[in-house]
């Protein structure tokens, strides 16, 4: 089974649970990074920060940018996973059939915070431990920094993504 349109990010809001804004650059970058590769898929954030060989369970292609939407044309699942994880497999294959509302995709960013000022240049965001260690300066345009994405090692399965409110959106699917 292969599902199409999948909405992997989504621009123009807070991803929830993050000190960062989601803006057009956001999105631009993204796109830069994977409109040429496949991107791999996991079923949770689960381990993210570590190598994650062999836990992969198919790979998002095609992707593009469609308006505040950074999408895949296709995600399919491996072979190994749909013969291994039979179980998984069919869950998620129902759940995307049935309710691709309930369910959606977030992405694993790697980004620099930037502060986007007013006259369209942007200002490095300071970050101390992990965290903004500062407020917004003045003529910043939001009270939040822009993620400028530097890299994205991949796109997971989540029952709540943070920067996809509506599920997986247009999940349609479609036998192969």
Known sequence: MTIKEISLLTGNLQ???????????TLAGAERLLADRPLAAHLSHAGAASDRLGTA??????????GLQLRAKTFEFLDSFKANFKAQYDNLAELATKFPEQFGVSLHLKYQPVWVMQDGSEVAAKVVDGKLSESAPKGA???????RVTAIPAGDFVTSPAANL???LSGLLAEI
Do not use: C, N, W
């Open 15 to 25: 991803p929830k649970g993050h000190p960062f804004y989601v803006d057009a650059e």
């Open 166 to 168: 509506s599920g997986l």
């Open 141 to 147: 345009v939001r009270p939040l920094p822009s993620a």
């Open 57 to 66: 369970i198919g790979f998002f292609r095609g992707i593009y940018r469609d």
